[in-house]
């Protein structure tokens, strides 16, 4: 089994609708969760930072963690073309000193 | 955020020439840095960690010798390319964090475009 697992897609949704990543992890200690948004030909871009179980927003982003079920999401209202990208999910365990991602969700915004 | 800067976006070498890439930590000093390297429509895959003032950690199947790291500053890592040959043409991009160990953010430069002819 994977560390980090994500569905790699596509996920298509329309326009103004709701687009939800998810992504599961191994059971280790881990400490932080992140997600990254990259678009093609471009180096990953921070999106959201998460640390504790529950929900953090930042605009029309949500990320939802719960560490009890390993799994930790990202959740995007109001969605926009420009929304179209690679999603990377990221955790940082305990002692291995460096990000393990995922391998990446392709989202696909219609209009 | 912190910004991350890569220096050159681009480069085009002759195959069995070197090529040097920096990457530096514009607004804060970062013990360590992580290199990566991406091929079209793949993952990220991380070649090694970049510690200031010691070796660099390299992960397994990635040559030592022939990816040179050096992080001589706290600022500043570089990763040469010895002998760079086509099939090392790839996206490499670098990554560095100002975060406590165990809660660490990590901010991407730009990344750099390697083409061996």
């Known amino acids: 089994q994977k560390e980090v697992e994500q569905n790699s897609g596509p996920l298509s949704v329309p326009e103004g609708a709701i687009a939800s990543l998810n992504c599961t992890y191994s059971?280790?200690?881990?400490?932080?969760f992140f997600w990254y948004r990259q678009y093609s030909g471009k180096s990953p871009e921070l999106i959201m930072s998460i640390y504790s179980n529950g929900d953090k927003e930042d605009g029309r982003f949500t990320a939802q963690l719960n560490k009890a079920s390993q799994y930790v999401s990202l959740l995007i209202r109001d969605s926009q073309p420009s929304d179209s990208a690679t999603y990377l999910c990221?955790?940082?365990?305990?002692?291995?000193?460096?990000?393990?991602f995922g391998t990446g969700t392709r989202l696909t915004i219609i209009p | 955020g912190a910004v991350v800067s890569q220096h050159p976006s681009w480069v085009i070498c002759k195959s069995g020439t070197s090529v040097k890439i920096e990457c530096r930590s514009l607004d804060f000093q970062a013990t360590t840095m992580f290199w990566y390297r991406q091929f079209p429509k793949q993952s990220l895959m991380l070649m090694a960690t970049s510690n200031e003032g010691s070796k660099a950690t390299y992960e397994q199947g990635v040559e030592k010798d022939k990816f040179l790291i050096n992080h001589a500053s706290l600022t500043l890592s570089t990763l040469t390319v010895t002998s760079a040959h086509p099939e090392d043409s790839s996206f490499y991009i670098c990554s560095a964090g100002p975060g406590l160990a165990g809660r660490e953010t990590q901010y991407f430069g730009p990344g750099t475009r390697l083409l061996v002819l």
């Open positions: 059971d280790r200690v881990s400490q932080s």
């Open positions: 990221a955790v940082f365990y305990f002692g291995n000193e460096k990000l393990t």
